[in-house]
C-alpha cells in the first residue's frame, strides 16, 4: 500500500503538491500567542518530508504560480509604493530603503564570514528576512550564471535549508525584538506614546460598533422647546452651536408633515427634528435640552453603510478634517479607513489622510452617502468576478520586459520575468487606484494569487529539494541558526535608532515603521497589542509597500555580490 502511494506520487506530482499545500495551511494556522510558522514555512516543511521519496516535477508549473504571486503583491502595494515616491510618504519611504539595505548588508556579511555558497546565503537572507519571495529572483539569477546543470542543483538545493532554519527566529525574533524589546531600547512607553498621539490629533478609542448593542452614530427624535436654543435659527446655524462635534438635523416634522431639513430652514418651536451624531453627543448635549419623542414616520428613512474606494485627485491627501468641510459630507459619518495589500486598519483621527486606493466605510441617509462617494470615488462593489483578461496581459508585459537582456561589457543585467511581473503589479496596481474602471481583482482573489502563488512555487521548491535537505542541514549546522539571529537582530536595532534619533518619527509610529520596513506583520500585531492601540499601524503601510518591493529584488542582487 505504502509502495503503491509513493509510486503513485512519483508518477503523479501534483498530487504532491497539493499534499503539501494541505499540510502546510493546516499546520501554519496554529498560533501561541500570535506566533506560528505560518502557511509559508510549514509548506515547505511538509513538502521537504513529501520530497525525501525522490519526486521529480517538470514543467513551467514554478515560474506560473511564482510569476502570479508577484503581480498580486505588486497590485497590492502599487498605490502605497507610488505615493510613498511621490508624494507626503517620502520620508517613510527613504526610511524604508535605508532598512532595506541594512537587511541586505547583515546577511551578505554573515554568509561571507560563514562561508556559506550562493544558493545558502540567499536562503539565508529570505529566511532571517522573512521575505520568502526573494528566493524566485534568487533562482533565476543563480540559474543565469552559466554553471553545469549539476552545479547548479547543488546550489539550489541548500536554499530551502538555509531558509527553513532561518525563517522561525526571522519571525518570531522580529516580534520579540521590536514589540518586547524595542521599547525598552528606545527608552518609549508605547501605551502612554499612542494616547499623546491621539490627544493630539484630536482621536479618542471607540468601543462597541458593528455587532455590538451599542453603536457610535445614532439618529434620535427631539421636540424643540419653547423658548429652546434653536429656535428661530437655520438648520445650518443651529448645527453651527455645537462646532466640535459633528451634528446634522436630517429631516423635521413642521406643522404635522414631515420634511427633508435644507441648511436654510428655519427651526420653530415644537418642531420635531431628527438629529444624527455620536450617540453620547445625543445623550449628553443635546438630549439635556430638548425632549425626546419616538416618532416612527420621522425616523423611518433609509440608511446605508457603503464602502467607497477612493479614486477622487481632489480627495487625496486631504485630512478628514478638511474632508467634513466639504458640503457633500454633510450627514454622512465614517466608520472604518482600510489601507494597502494587507488591509490595515487606519485610526480614524482628524489629521488623518485618505489616499487614492483607500477604503473607507461610510453611513448615513441614502440621497448624503451617494453625495460623499460621488466626492471620494466609486462605490466598492462586492463581486466574485476578476477581470481576468487584464490579470494576464498585465503579467505577460511585465514578464516579456522583464526577459530583456541588456549588456554592460560582458556582463548581462535584467530585470528577469519575475522582476518585470513585480513592476508591472506596481504599475498597473496604481493605475487602478486612479482609473477603477478596469483591472477589478476582487481582495480574495488577491488573496490567493498571493498566498497560494507562493506557497505552491515553495511546495515546487521544498519536494525537488527534499533528497538534499537533510545532507544540507548536517553541513550547516546549529552555526547557521545562531548566525539567522545576528542577521534578524542587527537590521531591526539599526532600524530602530535611525527611525527615532535621524528620522525622527513619532515614538507611537517608529515601530510601526520599523515592522513595515521589514514586513513583518506578526511584530505589527504585537507591537498594537502592547500599545492598546491601532495608531503604530499609520507607518506601517507605505514602509510596507517600499520594502516588500526592495527585499524582494535584494533576492538578486544578493546573488550578484556573492558572485
Known amino acids: 500500500m505504502i509502495d503503491w502511494f509513493f509510486q503513485t506520487l512519483k508518477s503523479y506530482p501534483e498530487i504532491a503538491i497539493f499534499i503539501s499545500l494541505a499540510l502546510g495551511y493546516y499546520f501554519g494556522s496554529f498560533t501561541y500567542k500570535g506566533l506560528g510558522l505560518g502557511a509559508v514555512t510549514a509548506t515547505l516543511i511538509a513538502a521537504v518530508i513529501i520530497g525525501q521519496i525522490g519526486i521529480t516535477i517538470t514543467g513551467p508549473l514554478k515560474p506560473f504560480f511564482f510569476l502570479m504571486f508577484l503581480f498580486a503583491i505588486g497590485y497590492g502595494v502599487g498605490p502605497q509604493f507610488v505615493r510613498g515616491i511621490a508624494h507626503d510618504g517620502v520620508p517613510q ?26 544558493g545558502s546565503a540567499a536562503g539565508f537572507y529570505a529566511g532571517s528576512q522573512t521575505i520568502s519571495a526573494s528566493m524566485g529572483l534568487a533562482t533565476d539569477a543563480i540559474n543565469r550564471l552559466g554553471l553545469s546543470p549539476e552545479d547548479t542543483k547543488k546550489i539550489l538545493d541548500g536554499m530551502p535549508v538555509a531558509y527553513a532554519v532561518t525563517y522561525i527566529f526571522g519571525t518570531v525574533g522580529s516580534a520579540i525584538v521590536l514589540a518586547l524589546f524595542g521599547p525598552a531600547l528606545l527608552g518609549i512607553d508605547l501605551e502612554t506614546a499612542c494616547k499623546k498621539y491621539e490627544e493630539e490629533y484630536g482621536g479618542k478609542k471607540q468601543l462597541g460598533g458593528p455587532g455590538t448593542a451599542w453603536h457610535q452614530f445614532d439618529v434620535r427624535a427631539f421636540r424643540v422647546r419653547e423658548r429652546g436654543p434653536v429656535v428661530g435659527k437655520t438648520v445650518r446655524e443651529a448645527e453651527g452651536l455645537l462646532p466640535d462635534h459633528r451634528v446634522f438635523i436630517l429631516r423635521m416634522r413642521q406643522d404635522g408633515k414631515v420634511v427633508d431639513a435644507t441648511a436654510d430652514a428655519v427651526i420653530h418651536a415644537n418642531d420635531i427634528v431628527a438629529v444624527a451624531g455620536r450617540r453620547d453627543v445625543l445623550v449628553q448635549l443635546i438630549g439635556e435640552q430638548a425632549e425626546e419623542v419616538d416618532d416612527r414616520e420621522l425616523l423611518a428613512m433609509p440608511i446605508e453603510g457603503v464602502d467607497v474606494y477612493v479614486t477622487s485627485k481632489d480627495a487625496d491627501g486631504k485630512t478628514l478634517d478638511q474632508l467634513s468641510q466639504n458640503p457633500a459630507s454633510r450627514g454622512v459619518f465614517l466608520r472604518k479607513i482600510t489601507r494597502g495589500a494587507i488591509a490595515v486598519e487606519i485610526p480614524i483621527l ?36 476578476a477581470d481576468v ?61 498571493n498566498s497560494v502563488g507562493l506557497n505552491v512555487f515553495i511546495a515546487i521548491v521544498g519536494i525537488s529539494s ?19 539571529i545576528v542577521a534578524t537582530t542587527v537590521p531591526l536595532v539599526l532600524a530602530m535608532y535611525v527611525g ?36 503604530p499601524g499609520l507607518g506601517y503601510t507605505v514602509t510596507y509597500a517600499v520594502g516588500n518591493t526592495l527585499l524582494t529584488i535584494w533576492g538578486m542582487v544578493l546573488v550578484m555580490l556573492m558572485t
Do not use: E
Not at 508585459?397 to 549588456?407: C, S
Open 93 to 118: 519611504a527613504i526610511f524604508a530603503a535605508v532598512v532595506c539595505v541594512f537587511c541586505l548588508l547583515a546577511p551578505y556579511v554573515a554568509a561571507k564570514i560563514a562561508g556559506y555558497d550562493v
Open 350 to 385: 482628524p489629521n488623518t489622510k485618505i489616499n487614492r486606493g483607500d477604503i473607507v466605510t461610510i453611513v448615513g441617509r441614502t440621497p448624503d452617502v451617494a453625495a460623499a462617494t460621488k466626492m471620494l470615488g466609486r462605490p466598492d462593489k462586492a463581486t466574485d468576478v
Open 389 to 449: 483578461a487584464f490579470i494576464g496581459a498585465a503579467i505577460a508585459i511585465g514578464a516579456l520586459i522583464g526577459a530583456i537582456v541588456y549588456k554592460i561589457g560582458s556582463v548581462p543585467l535584467t530585470l528577469s520575468t519575475s522582476g518585470g511581473a513585480l513592476i508591472s503589479g506596481l504599475f498597473f496596481g496604481w493605475l487602478r487606484s486612479v482609473r477603477p474602471t478596469f483591472g477589478r481583482i476582487p481582495s480574495p482573489t488577491v488573496w490567493f494569487m
Open 466 to 484: 527534499g533528497p538534499g535537505f537533510v545532507a544540507g542541514l548536517k553541513a550547516l549546522g546549529i552555526g547557521l541558526f545562531l548566525w539567522g
Open 500 to 535: 527615532k534619533y535621524l528620522f525622527r518619527f513619532h515614538d507611537a509610529i517608529v515601530l510601526g515603521c520599523c515592522s513595515g520596513a521589514r514586513t513583518t506583520t506578526a511584530s505589527l500585531g504585537m507591537v498594537c497589542d502592547r500599545a492598546k492601540s491601532q495608531i
